[in-house]
């Protein structure tokens, strides 16, 4: 199967400034990048995906870029306010399943 | 009108016993799945079913049965349970891809504590 490593497992930020997470993976085939936003005791929720055939897309405060020549995406969000901490998960879609990064423990500081 | 629902949410049960999670989604989704979530947060693929039938089938020890009696029930039984299948079951549906995969949805995922 993919596997697909995300850095950083822990982030701390200052509230207001910007935190970004990376994923990278091994087979270009993989066409479909979805992330997932889990809050403490909650499900993983889909915050924003992008598909292989765009390089960026942003969604007010949260952006995705994708470079599959490198063959990683990234998660950015500016202007973290205390809400925005959870756990981060990056996955990717290949063959007939999702593959889930190891996620990102994101805390924002007040 | 939750998309994909399971229950029961907490379960505490004793070594050895035999418990289920039942799983259901209305999104009309082809395909469900069956998740394990460790207490390192890291999501593990256990099942999937396409229309019924069985795609996916990591190791998993073969005291875990997975059933679909339609494309949108997946249920999963646990003989003789055991400490370490503590942790957070994840069900979850999507739709059958075509180029793209598409969308994975969670239910609010059941809690096993075995004891």
Same mark, same amino acid.
């Given at each position: 199967?993919?596997?697909v490593?995300?850095?950083?497992s ?5 509230e207001?400034?910007? &935190?970004?997470?990376?994923?990278? +993976?091994?087979?270009? &085939?993989?066409?479909y990048?979805?992330?997932y936003?889990q ?17 960026e ?6 952006a ?23 756990? +981060?998960?990056c ?7 999702? +593959?889930?990064g190891t996620?990102t ?6 | ?8 949410k907490? @379960?505490?049960?004793?070594?050895? #016993? ?7 989604? #209305? *999104? ?12 390192k947060?890291? *999501?593990?693929?256990?099942f ?5 039938? *069985?795609?996916? #089938? /990591?190791t ?15 249920n *999963?039984h646990?003989?003789?349970? /055991? @400490? ?9 549906s ?6 793209y995969?598409n ?9 096993l504590t075995v004891?």
């Amino acid at each position: 199967g993919e596997n697909v490593e995300q850095h950083p497992s822990t982030l701390s930020v200052q509230e207001g400034d910007s &935190a970004v997470i990376k994923c990278t +993976y091994s087979d270009s &085939a993989s066409n479909y990048f979805p992330w997932y936003k889990q809050e403490l005791g909650k499900r993983p929720q889909l915050i924003i995906d992008i598909r292989s055939n765009v390089g960026e897309k942003k969604d007010q405060r949260i952006a995705v870029t994708l470079n599959k020549t490198a063959k990683h995406f990234s998660l950015h969000i500016t202007e973290t306010q205390p809400e925005d901490s959870a756990v +981060y998960f990056c996955a990717l879609f290949l063959g007939n399943q999702f +593959y889930f990064g190891t996620g990102t423990s994101l805390t924002v500081i007040p | 009108d939750t998309a994909v629902s399971q229950t029961p949410k907490y @379960l505490v049960t004793q070594m050895g #016993n035999d418990k289920s999670i039942k799983c259901e989604q #209305n *999104l009309g989704h082809d395909t469900m799945y069956w998740y394990k979530q460790d207490s390192k947060k890291f *999501l593990k693929i256990m099942f999937s079913y396409n229309n019924k039938e *069985l795609i996916i #089938n /990591e190791t998993v020890p073969n005291r875990f049965s997975p059933k679909s009696p339609d494309k949108a029930h997946l249920n *999963l039984h646990i003989n003789s349970l /055991e @400490l370490g299948d503590s942790a957070v079951y994840f069900c979850a549906s999507s739709q059958a891809e075509g180029a793209y995969g598409n969308t994975i949805y969670f239910g609010e995922g059941s809690w096993l504590t075995v004891v």
